[in-house]
């Protein structure tokens, strides 16, 4: 009994979990939606027809987030090759007609089953607890929530009191078919059609797999630059003191000792140049700490207030602990140099289930962040989708950016 209690009280949290993150996309889709329709109607006048291949970018945006969503809790949902440049080849594409019929469903849709699931255990809470308090309110004002008739006594706030049970048990057995009534037109609009799943996962492997060989490369790259123009440099000039301070020992000890020195302080700065490139490669914190510990220490020398929140029940695959630590790293970087934001949160957490890791860095700054304006945001893509994850980048001009990522565990 205890274990089916258990199972139905954690079945209703991700019920009501994926109620409010759909009502977080139909949020983002009626902002879309409303700039869709402003873009439409300005083109009748001519103005408009530059921008709608930026509102289908936007309308794109959003769909991938509900893709993301959806693939979190049923099978992935594999996002289609990005759409034209040109307005008329953009709006041809099957897969953008796709998104804009499901954008308007999901707006009212999502909305009304997300706000249901957001009020109803809320409401169910104060019916519950309306015979503790229902003192406090004057009898001819009614109940919390649809409560609206009135109550005299401490009778009438206990049939409050069972409405809130019959609200609680409407949660438990029936919020995952909301969960599903919900996520109904984004599966049936956003999926790919039938056939078309094994050529996007072929291609997407192909486009993934040539990215993480140009990192790859760029990596090495990078490695030999620092080596060759900083450690070999140093140790170059290390060699050529200790042979002048040898020659000068027997004629000028005083001017030896000196170069002994210098060399000394040529070696230690070799040494330390030595010790960042490794860490560049793989920070030794990872071995020591774990993935938790490291990113505490990233986040303890963060230039902004930031709050970090991991929950991991487990080790991932070293290679996905280094990604998933630069990734964090280099957004935090990022959102100092760029965002003007006053605070960063950074959130870890693990899906046992499926073996994820999902990261989110979002901050309060200015927004309008894009991979192409050189920040460091297309290396994270690669990275991420090097190791078969997701990226999803979220950042309108005013701001909040945030920035989802997903990581399989056993890579």
């Known amino acids: 009994m205890r274990r089916y209690a258990g199972e139905r009280i954690r079945a209703a949290v991700d019920a009501l979990e994926d109620l409010v993150g759909g009502l977080t996309t139909a949020v983002l889709a009626i902002g879309a939606l409303l700039w869709l329709l402003i873009v439409l109607v300005s083109s009748i006048v001519g103005v408009g027809i530059l921008l709608i291949p930026g509102a289908l970018r936007v309308v794109r945006s959003v769909a991938d987030r509900e893709r993301l969503r959806l693939s979190r809790w049923g099978p992935e949902i594999l996002s289609p090759p990005p ?60 109940g919390p929530g649809l409560v609206s008739w009135r109550i005299d006594g401490l009778a009438d706030a206990i049939g409050v009191s069972l409405l809130g049970a019959a609200l609680m048990a409407v949660l438990f057995g029936a919020g995952r078919w909301l969960a599903r009534l919900q996520a109904w037109p984004g599966l049936l609009r956003l999926s790919p059609p039938a056939g078309t799943d094994l050529g996007l996962r072929v291609a997407q492997l192909t486009a993934t797999r040539a990215a993480a060989l140009d990192a790859h490369a760029a990596e090495l790259r990078r490695i030999e630059r620092s080596l060759h ?14 042979g002048a301070a040898g020659r000068a020992l027997a004629r000028d000890p005083a001017a030896g000792r000196e170069l002994v020195e210098r060399a000394q302080l040529a070696a230690e700065q070799a040494l330390g140049e030595l010790r960042t490139v490794v860490r560049s490669i793989l920070p030794p ?18 230039a902004l207030p930031c709050r970090l929140d991991v929950h991991l029940p487990g080790r991932c695959a070293v290679s996905v602990e280094a990604t998933a630590y630069f990734v964090v790293a280099e ?32 901050d309060d700054g200015c927004g309008g962040a894009a991979e ?40």
Not at 105 to 134: D, E
């Open 83 to 142: 759409a034209s440049d040109r307005a008329l080849a953009g709006l041809r594409d099957p897969a953008v007609r796709r998104e804009l019929v499901w954008l308007p469903v999901h707006s009212s849709l999502g909305l009304t089953m997300g706000l249901l699931g957001l009020t109803l255990p809320l409401t169910a809470l104060q019916s519950l607890t309306f015979p503790i308090w229902h003192r406090l309110v004057a009898p001819e004002d009614g």
């Open 229 to 242: 123009d900083g450690t070999q440099n140093r140790l170059v000039a290390v060699t050529v003191l200790l």
């Open 285 to 302: 914190v990872l071995d020591d700490r774990g993935l938790a510990g490291a990113l505490d220490g990233l986040v303890a020398g963060c």
């Open 331 to 362: 957004a935090l970087t990022n959102a100092v140099k760029h965002s003007g934001a006053t605070g960063v949160a950074v959130s870890v957490t693990m899906d046992v289930v499926n073996r994820r890791l999902r990261l989110t860095v979002s």
């Open 372 to 411: 192409h304006d050189g920040t460091g945001l297309a290396g994270i893509r690669r990275r991420v989708e090097a190791h078969d994850g997701k990226f999803l980048l979220i950042s309108p001009p005013g701001g909040p950016t945030t920035m989802d990522v997903e990581l399989p565990c056993e890579s």
